[in-house]
């Protein structure tokens, strides 16, 4: 599966973002095959396609794709040294594909702050030289085992040794690698490395109720995600946490009330995804109409393995309906008639929406 990991200073809002995207969560019943531990939540992608392609099938269940949100609670200065939990919380971290960095944009005087003070630029620099110091650490371990290897005339050592003596300072100065300027092919030669920093990161700034305009504490983590290319959503975590509590109905009067289109969470998993360069396409039987996910770029092969590992082994062919073809037509039958139904090959790039029946040998 695909996750991401909540990091952030100590009172920031973790958990309260972490409990409100498990508690929108789904009966665990129905992903037998993942085991959950108490810092992982399954939570699942809203997308009202969905809806609309279930009121054409009306299928026994509607399943919906999921990501995992992973609490990584106690990131604190000096973690990288790898004292304690440090090493851990790293560890964790590492184990993790994207990033959501929660910063405190609110005040609130009986929330103690760390720092005694409500300061998002000290906050997100102090994770951030964590996390880059760590970075650091695998940096120079690699120069020294790679300088070796290079004076034996090794192409991609030497290669690759060039690119980490570039960002062997960047780092000494605490700065995330997401900021050096790196291509996509130097990206993909570090890519083994696993580095931290390099991880696509979000900016989850935890706001007040009122803190969505004209909040000075937001403005600086727009400031700095714009100087490092990271997106950020603003969100109220303590409202979500109240939405989360609540059924389908209240929560329906409760968003109207407070003028909301949708839950603040809603936004969160969706730049998750978004993050992780995800899309969705769509199984749509009787039994059951089902989201699943897959890389943007993936064929149609990969997006079978999605589903099992013997429908990318044994494909043959993708009987392929745009979303849109699939709506409008009422469904594979009206989509056929119209001749908007494709046999597609293994070369077949999905597209987000499609709706998908695969045809394999077992
Ligand atoms: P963590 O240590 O980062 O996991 O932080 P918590 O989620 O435990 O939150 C710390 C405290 O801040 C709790 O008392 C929360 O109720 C409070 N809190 C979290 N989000 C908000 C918010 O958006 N506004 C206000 N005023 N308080 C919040």
Redesign the pocket.
Known sequence: GFNCGIV??????????FNALTKSGIDAENFPFCTIEPNVGIVPMPDPRLDKLAAIVKPQKVLPTTMEFVDI?GLVAGASKGEGLGNKFLANIRETQAIAH?VRC?D?DN?IHVANEVDPRADIETINLELALADLDTVERAIQRLTKIAKGGDKDAIATKAILDRIQPHLAEGLPLRSVGLDDDEKKQLKSFGFLTLKPTMYIA???EDGFDDNPYLDVVREIAAEENAVVVPV????EAEIAELDDEERAMFLDEMGMQEPGLDRVIRAGYALLDLQTYFTAGVKEVRAWTVKVGATAPEAAGVIHTDFQKGFIRAEVIGYDDYVELGGEQGAKDAGKWRLEGKEYVVKDGDVIHFRFNV
């Open positions: 952030g200073l100590p009172n920031v809002g973790k958990s309260t973002l609670a929660v609110f609130n929330v935890n706001v007040n109220c975590n303590q409202i």
